[in-house]
């Protein structure tokens, strides 16, 4: 099946910096790259959804400032959390639709998490 | 808006025994729905799906039914194994599907020899 990575795996950085995640589809072009957020405990909750080439659309009470999303090319997105603090700590996750995928089908990275001291 | 209701786990089971994973949904219109697996350490896998009602889906011994009376999509599967240990997560997708999935928070299955 199709293969996305994230990178990094995990990061740990200061409160007040900004921070950097990669998503890449490693055999498939991406059309539509979607940034998901997961909570111990709790399910994952969308927060943007981004076409190669557009803007991002932002789900409701995420902040499009804090939270940079970039869909420059078919098969790299990549979510940049900027004036990191504690609150951002989380697993961040990605997922890539596109052409010749299966309709509704998404393919997911394996995470990323987050600590901000 | 979109919600789906999934069992809370831990479930624990032993080897061969008969597994079910309740699930339930709102949504409006008529969702696609699905369920993910996670294993340790991975990302999400699709496990299977269905796109409308009465629809089964089924992969690896594991099957789902889409209900629209109950608006359910219970995970089950007959005999399980210890490599069935995972976390599973219950979604869906309404509208045009161009839209993300709205998870469940998600089962953590444990199976013991």
């Known amino acids: 099946g199709a293969v996305v990575s994230q990178h990094p795996s995990r990061v740990i950085c200061k409160s007040g910096t900004s921070v950097k995640i990669e998503c890449r589809s490693l055999d498939f072009q991406a059309t539509t790259m979607f940034w998901y957020r997961q909570f111990p405990k709790q399910s994952l909750m969308l927060m943007a959804t981004?076409?190669?080439?557009?803007?991002?659309?932002?789900e409701q009470g995420v902040e499009k400032d804090k939270f940079l999303i970039n869909h420059a090319s078919l098969t790299l997105s990549t979510l940049t959390v900027t004036s990191a603090h504690p609150e951002d700590s989380s697993f961040y996750i990605c997922?890539?639709?596109?052409?010749?995928?299966?309709?509704?089908?998404?393919?997911f990275g394996p995470g990323t998490r987050l600590t901000v001291t | 808006g979109d919600s789906v209701t999934q069992m809370e786990g831990p479930v624990t089971l032993s080897e061969e025994a008969f597994l079910t994973i309740n699930c339930t949904y709102t949504?409006?219109?008529?969702?696609?729905l699905f369920w993910y697996v996670q294993y340790p350490g991975e990302g999400l896998q699709l496990l299977l799906k269905?796109?409308?009602?009465?629809d089964k889906g089924s992969n690896k011994g594991f099957e789902a039914t889409y209900r629209k009376e109950t608006t359910s999509f219970h995970l089950e599967k007959g005999s399980v194994q210890v490599s069935d240990s995972a976390v599973y997560f219950c979604a869906l997708i309404s509208g045009g599907g161009a839209d993300g999935l709205t998870f469940g928070k998600g089962t953590h299955l444990i199976i013991q020899p």
């Open positions: 997922s890539a639709s596109g052409q010749g995928a299966v309709r509704y089908e998404q393919y």
């Open positions: 949504a409006t219109g008529y969702p696609s």
């Open positions: 981004s076409n190669e080439g557009s803007k991002a659309t932002y």
């Open positions: 269905a796109t409308k009602a009465d």
